[in-house]
């Protein structure tokens, strides 16, 4: 009986899902698409230079999870001579490929039915909750009201709402209702007070999240978008891994942004943290502190709020590189009977058109357990992740997903 970490890399794709026309995203392909870029010369800078190098992630078997899922070797990167994890891809089969929905499923729980989304690109919310909105926080109104960018729109509306006290309210491809207001001239326990008004008021049009978007700043030129970020998420639809393990006195240390993800349901503790080097210092001191059953779970955000969503090729990659270069310190610190599963929960290509989400399958990458190196094969469902660590945790099954701990890896089939 013993302990698990999960690292979510959110929206670290790699590519390959089988269903990925559906969404617009045949193609898309976040890890090689970076990887590309980077043997092209074109993400080199003063932060980081050539190939994309990932050695430690590589010796996880990242490569080979790309090259099972693509059917092709990530361009330029030096694939290690020996792999000494587990490693899988996982296709998502819930509805969406938002960051709830992905989550979700990786703890055992696939979203089956359709979220509700806002689809007009302009004028996108209905007039009367727009109204019931204004009505409810006494605003003078609100500005955007549109799909957007997060910080192409601070830039172009912030001024105006600095001056009219109108928030900015805006959506995407995902099933969102953000809500974007300068800190100190709208004032943030204001802003998080007219999220819950909101997320009350959604609760007929079956939308996943309600985002606090705060910003700080003089005008266009320098606003910022500040940590104090807060997702409103609706429940799971039955009770994930989190909850199973909660109920069943194990404990649930959630770093980052777990706990917004999972509206709380199964976290013991929260422990947050800003950046990824914050979010890797959280990881491991939650690890010299975890007792046995217990389940460290942390969303790395940055890739994809930062780069993913910004299309910032260069800087994706030198986030990858950097998170690569921690991963000793975390690998030193695992017992032998830990379970540490490197996951994420959805793409987000940062050469594809737009700004969303691209479906895509996710690395499986898996380390103790008993488990030998090798391929652990198509993974049918995120789920399976989840099913996984219940049996390694001692739960009862879950009702999705197939345990790799009971299905031991197999030869690489693509290898010569
Ligand atoms: O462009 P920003 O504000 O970062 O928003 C992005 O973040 C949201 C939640 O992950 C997504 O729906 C996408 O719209
Ligand atoms: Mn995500
Ligand atoms: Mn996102």
Redesign the pocket.
């Known amino acids: 009986m013993t302990r698990a970490i999960v690292l979510v890399l959110d929206s670290f794709g790699i590519g390959g899902a089988p269903d990925a026309v559906d969404f617009g995203d045949a193609g898309a392909d976040t890890l090689g698409h970076i990887a590309a870029a980077c043997a092209r010369g074109q993400c080199d800078s003063d932060m980081r230079r050539g190939p994309l190098a990932l050695p430690h992630l590589a010796r996880l078997g990242l490569f080979h999870a790309h090259r099972e899922s693509t059917g092709a070797w990530a361009e330029g990167v030096e694939v290690p001579a020996e792999v000494i994890g587990a490693y899988g891809h996982a296709r998502e089969i819930s509805s969406g490929k938002?960051?709830p929905s992905g989550h979700w499923e990786i703890a055992g729980v696939p979203v089956r039915f359709d979220w509700g989304y806002f689809f007009d690109l302009e004028d996108s919310f209905p007039p009367e909750l727009l109204q019931a909105l204004e009505r409810e926080a006494d605003l003078p109104g609100v500005l955007g009201n549109c799909h957007?960018?997060?910080?192409e729109i601070i830039a172009r509306l912030g001024e105006e709402h600095m001056a009219s006290g109108k928030p900015i309210v805006?959506?995407?491809?995902?099933s969102?209702f953000?809500i974007a207001a300068h800190e100190e001239s709208f004032g943030l326990e204001r802003l998080y007070a007219l999220c819950e008004t909101a997320r009350r008021l959604l609760e007929p049009y079956n939308i996943g999240?309600v985002?606090a978007?705060p910003f700080v700043g003089a005008s266009a030129a320098d606003f910022t978008r500040t940590a104090n970020r807060r997702d409103y998420s609706v429940e799971p639809p039955a009770p994930t891994v989190l909850q199973k393990l909660e109920s069943d006195g194990g404990e649930v240390i959630a770093i980052g942004k777990i706990a917004d993800i999972y509206a709380n349901c199964g976290v013991t503790r929260t422990l947050k943290a800003s950046g990824h080097d914050a979010l890797m210092d959280a990881t491991l001191s939650a690890l010299e502190e975890a007792g046995e059953r217990s389940l460290v779970m942390t969303n790395f955000v940055d890739f994809?709020?930062l780069y993913g969503?910004r299309r910032d090729v260069a800087g994706y990659a030198a986030a990858l590189e950097a998170f690569d270069a921690r991963l000793p310190e975390l690998l030193a610190r695992l017992r032998d009977d830990d379970l540490l599963v490197i996951t994420a929960d959805h793409g987000c290509d940062p050469t594809w058109h737009g700004?969303?989400?691209t479906r895509e399958r996710v690395p499986v990458l898996v380390l103790g357990a008993g488990l030998a190196p090798g391929s652990l094969g198509a993974r049918e469902t995120f789920a399976d992740i989840g099913q996984s660590l219940a049996e390694h945790l001692g739960l009862a099954p879950m009702a999705d997903g197939t345990s790799f701990i009971a299905s031991p890896p197999q030869p690489d089939p693509l290898a010569a």
Do not use: K, N
């Open positions: 938002d960051t957007a960018s997060g910080t805006y959506t995407s491809g995902d969102v953000q999240r985002i978007r994809d709020t969503h700004s969303d989400h």
